[in-house]
Each structure stands twice: as structure tokens, then as C-alpha cells.
């Protein structure tokens, strides 16, 4: 079965700083997303992308954070400078349809762990 | 708007024995439900999803769901629990084209010898 591919699995970086987490998602796929779970607690919907642009975000998803498809392939979540809160799981997902809908199936990575120390 | 509880955090069952993890939601709008499975360092992995037809949808693994609209639930089962369903199962509901998912809080579970 295709896979969407997250990269890296953990990493580990200083209050302040600057991360991007990498997705390549499934090759067809037209609709790109971001989640995150707290340790602990509920996976949390980021913000999803389509036609290269943001077509919804939660309010978790403000100024500090940006997404990017810089190529036909990549799919990148950056955030600019980094709080002890953000430490989480951040996945990556993608589908053909926009999510919800009949007959599509949302494909979620093995997830990037982000360490803020 | 959608909203999704799920009962017990943490379900223990012994290997062999009937899963029954409880998942109920609110919707505004018909909704579509799903469930996923997530094993230790690993990602989301969709179990099963209901979005119309029959009510009794069953997933990979052995696993079903039944959806009661009265009831407003969409409980996890599976007859015979196998030690390697020992995870965390997430209940998700969405309302459609251009309403994301709203994930529940997650039930591990525990499969004992």
C-alpha cells in the first residue's frame, strides 16, 4: 500500500529556534494535512493545503507556523521559533478528496516526535 | 459542529476475551465516523469508517463498528481479543466535504496473557 513518509522521526531543538518536519505524501494525493498530538492527549487538526494554498486552520495554527510545498513532492511544516509547547507528535496525512467525504481515505506518516528543550 | 468522547482511557481486557471500546459523538450534521488504530511508534492507521449504507461496518484486523444514530455512538468491537491489538484506538468523526476530522481522546488498550 503507498505510504506517506515523514522525516525525521524525532527531533530534538532549543526554545527559540527554527524547525521544518518534512512529509512526502502519496504521489496522486491532492489535499495535504497537518496534526498534532500532546503527549497524552487528543490528535489536534493543524491545517490542510490544496491548489498550494491553506484551505482551513484551527486556531492552533497561528503566525508562528507556515506550511510549504516547495516542489512537487515535499510537503513541509515550519515553525519559526519554537515554545516548550509545542513538543508533540506532529503527522503529516493525505488524501485524494478533501476528508470527510464518501469514499476517500485519509493517509496519515509514522509522525515526526518534536523535542522542545 | 463535531465533538467525540470515548469512554475509558485505558481498556483491559484478557487475550480471548470480547473488545468493546465506546465511542459516541455529536454531530450538527449526518456525520461520517471512523476509527483508527495507532501501535507504539507508529502512526494513524484506519481501522474502519462509516459514511452511509449499512450500519454495521467492519474494518481490518477482525474489528467492526455498529452506528446507532439514536444513540449517537459508534462502538469498537471485536470477539477475540489477540495480544498484538494491544494500542491506542481513535475515534473520529467529520461532517463531510470540508469539515476535518475531529479526533476523540483515544482508549489504549491492553491485552492480557
Known amino acids: 500500500e503507498p505510504e506517506v513518509t515523514q522525516t525525521p522521526s524525532h527531533q530534538v531543538t532549543q526554545m527559540g529556534q527554527e524547525v521544518i518536519l518534512r512529509c512526502v505524501p502519496i504521489?496522486?494525493?491532492?489535499?495535504f494535512y497537518w496534526y498534532r498530538q500532546i503527549l497524552g492527549q487528543k490528535v489536534e487538526f493543524l491545517v490542510s493545503?490544496?491548489?498550494?494554498?491553506?484551505?482551513?486552520k484551527s486556531e492552533i495554527f497561528d503566525d508562528q507556523f507556515s506550511v510549504e510545498r516547495p516542489d512537487g513532492s515535499n510537503f513541509t511544516l515550519k515553525i519559526r521559533s519554537t515554545k516548550l509547547e509545542d513538543s508533540a507528535m506532529y503527522f503529516c496525512?493525505?488524501?485524494?478528496?478533501?476528508?470527510?467525504?464518501?469514499?476517500?481515505?485519509?493517509?496519515f506518516g509514522s509522525g515526526t516526535q518534536l523535542s522542545v528543550l | 459542529a463535531q465533538s467525540v468522547t470515548q469512554l475509558g482511557s485505558h481498556v483491559s481486557v484478557s487475550e480471548g476475551a470480547l473488545v468493546l471500546l465506546r465511542c459516541n459523538y455529536s454531530?450538527?450534521?449526518?456525520?461520517?465516523l471512523f476509527w483508527y488504530v495507532q501501535y507504539p511508534n507508529q502512526g494513524l492507521q484506519l481501522l474502519l469508517k462509516?459514511?452511509?449504507?449499512?450500519?454495521l461496518v467492519k474494518g481490518i484486523n477482525g474489528f467492526e463498528a455498529e452506528f446507532k444514530k439514536s444513540e449517537t455512538s459508534f462502538h469498537l468491537t471485536k470477539p477475540s481479543a489477540h495480544m498484538s491489538d494491544a494500542a491506542e484506538y481513535f475515534c473520529?468523526?467529520?461532517?463531510?466535504?470540508?469539515?476535518?476530522?475531529?479526533f476523540g481522546p483515544g482508549t489504549r488498550l491492553s491485552v492480557l496473557p
Open positions: 462509516y459514511t452511509t449504507g449499512a450500519t
Open positions: 504521489s496522486n494525493h491532492l489535499y
Open positions: 493545503f490544496y491548489n498550494n494554498e491553506i484551505s482551513e
Open positions: 496525512a493525505s488524501s485524494e478528496a478533501r476528508t470527510g467525504g464518501a469514499g476517500e481515505k485519509l493517509f
Open positions: 473520529a468523526v467529520s461532517g463531510g466535504y470540508g469539515q476535518n476530522f475531529v
Open positions: 454531530s450538527s450534521v449526518p456525520p461520517y
